[in-house]
């Protein structure tokens, strides 16, 4: 006979030194608080960005405002100085600082005093836990909230409100009722396992670089941050249209064949092309539209990237495993492995520039193993961002305006999936000999910014700077019609190599 089953363990006691509840903010005449779970409001708080545009009432705000004063600060200075912003023209004056500051009836700027708390940065912190106290008590009150730090300008969302030179922005908290359709409120974005964040005692895990240089990157680091990436959706990695448009000039100029749809073929007769590392798969998106007459396939270090990037094509993609290089501790990505990419299987592979992300000994292997892939004539269509243009100027520009040099905020195709530096392309070329293959044709474009970038670059920029950036821009665009300009200095090279 079984054994009986065990009693379920009683839920815990509560603490009994705890005091009983008052609500402070009834002793200043606000509404009195309907009951709610502390849970369901913690788990339940979403980001809301989509608004009605009427205001919520007065006392409502002040019910959230309030329960921001009373978020711990540092020695309990609360050295915090608040601006609820309801007025229609003042709102529109912040929106064009920054459109997100456009989508709320209220927004409230919330600065701290910028001599006070300094060490530690512990007034930010302040600050930011009273967001996260009006954050929450707006989500009870069936309001709505985000965060905005993309202010624009803090300084001009400091003089727009008339706050005083000595209080800094920390942020603009932007408030009120959600408008969305039934059953379309945001769903909550995916969490880093607790595993891989929380160690006890001592730290045992391998942390995320945020170094910017792929020599400080392991690739299977690599996999877990893109795949954080991809999980946030592709709010923040949105194409670039100079970018396209270099890609599909370049792909009809190397490889028009295979533009012709193709009736869809029971026995796969098709022929394959396989993109590999395709990421947010912003480019085999493209690649594959440009190009219906292939079955595409793509390669990637996680399955759930892999999904997401294949999704991107029709039809989806076939998904297999970017091999992570033997040797290496491979930290789990917890998922079911893909399965391995057939060898010799394909009529062309791509990889678009993601050899900058690898350390030089790894590109080699890469290169290597994307060989390996292709049919004998076979063809491996490279986008590389070469060292010998305008790109590392660019980054120079910005790390000397005091720009952020994060690998989050590092300059490539693809925004925001890992680390990058321009290569030097013959050394490329050279590792691509070494592996069996022979470059058929080539060409480069964009020698020098264009408009659309600098335009995009320069808009948080004071007028005058901006227009002198664009007069520039108009000058170097005459230097690129050049013969030759393209080819030797353009930002954007792409190779395409045959296998014998
Ligand atoms: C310090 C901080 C700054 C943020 N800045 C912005 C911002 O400028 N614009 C925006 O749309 N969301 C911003 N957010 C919101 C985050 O994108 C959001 O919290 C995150 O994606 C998680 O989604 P959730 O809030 O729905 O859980 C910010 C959040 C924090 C904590």
């Avoid at 592979?349 to 290597?368: I, M, N, T, Y």
Wanted: with cysteine.
């Amino acid at each position: 006979m079984d054994a009986p089953a065990p009693e379920p363990s009683p839920p815990p006691a509560p603490p009994a030194a705890a005091p009983a509840f008052v609500d402070p903010g009834a002793a200043e005449g606000l509404p009195a608080l309907g009951a709610t779970d502390f849970w369901e409001i913690l788990y339940g708080r979403r980001s809301v960005r989509r608004f009605k545009q009427d205001l919520p009432p007065a006392e409502l705000v002040e019910r959230v405002v309030h329960a921001g004063t009373w978020a711990p600060s540092s020695c309990n200075y609360q050295m915090w100085d608040l601006v609820v912003v309801d007025d229609p023209e003042l709102n529109r004056a912040l929106g064009e600082l920054s459109t997100q500051m456009a989508n709320a009836p209220v927004n409230i700027v919330v600065s701290y005093g910028t001599g006070f708390s300094e060490e530690g940065m512990a007034g930010l912190q302040s600050a930011s836990a009273m967001i996260q106290n009006m954050s929450l008590a707006a989500h009870a009150l069936g309001l709505g909230t985000f965060w905005i730090t993309a202010m624009g300008s803090a300084e001009k969302v400091r003089e727009t409100v008339g706050l005083p030179r000595d209080r800094f922005v920390v942020a603009v908290l932007a408030l009120g009722w959600p408008d969305y359709p039934e059953g379309k409120f945001p769903r909550a974005p995916k969490r880093r396992p607790m595993d891989e964040v929380s160690h006890e005692n001592h730290y045992g895990g391998r942390a995320i670089p945020s170094s910017a240089d792929p020599q400080a990157w392991e690739s299977d680091l690599l996999g877990i941050y893109q795949r954080a990436r991809v999980m946030n959706g592709l709010r923040h990695n949105k194409p670039r249209p100079w970018e396209v448009r270099a890609l599909e000039e370049s792909l009809d100029l190397l490889l028009p064949d295979g533009a012709e749809k193709r009736a869809p073929d029971a026995e796969g007769q098709a022929p394959r092309w396989l993109d590999v590392l395709p990421c947010t798969g912003i480019l085999v998106e493209r690649v594959s539209k440009r190009r219906p007459g292939f079955r595409f396939d793509v390669a990637e270090r996680s399955r759930a990237v892999a999904t997401f990037a294949g999704g991107r094509t029709r039809p989806k993609a076939g998904l297999f495993a970017w091999p992570v290089p033997a040797g290496e501790a491979a930290v789990a990505l917890d998922e079911a492995p893909l399965p391995p990419v057939e060898a010799g299987a394909y009529d062309v592979v791509s990889c678009l520039f993601r050899l900058e992300g690898l350390p030089p000994l790894e590109r080699e292997r890469a290169l290597a193993t994307l060989a390996s892939y292709l049919k004998p004539g076979g063809r491996l269509l490279l986008g590389l961002v070469s060292q010998r243009s305008f790109h590392d100027w660019t980054e120079r520009l910005r790390a000397r305006r005091g720009g952020p040099r994060g690998v989050e905020y590092v300059l490539s195709p693809d925004p925001s999936i890992g680390p990058f530096r321009a290569v030097d392309v013959a050394e490329v070329e050279s590792a691509a000999r070494a592996a069996g293959l022979t470059t058929t044709s080539r060409t480069g474009v964009q020698a020098v910014p264009q408009p659309e970038e600098i335009d995009f670059r320069t808009r948080n920029f004071a007028p005058r700077s901006r227009k002198l950036a664009t007069l520039v821009g108009k000058g170097l665009a005459t230097l690129e019609r050049l013969p030759g300009v393209q080819a030797r200095y353009g930002r954007f090279q792409f190779l395409l190599l045959t296998k014998a």
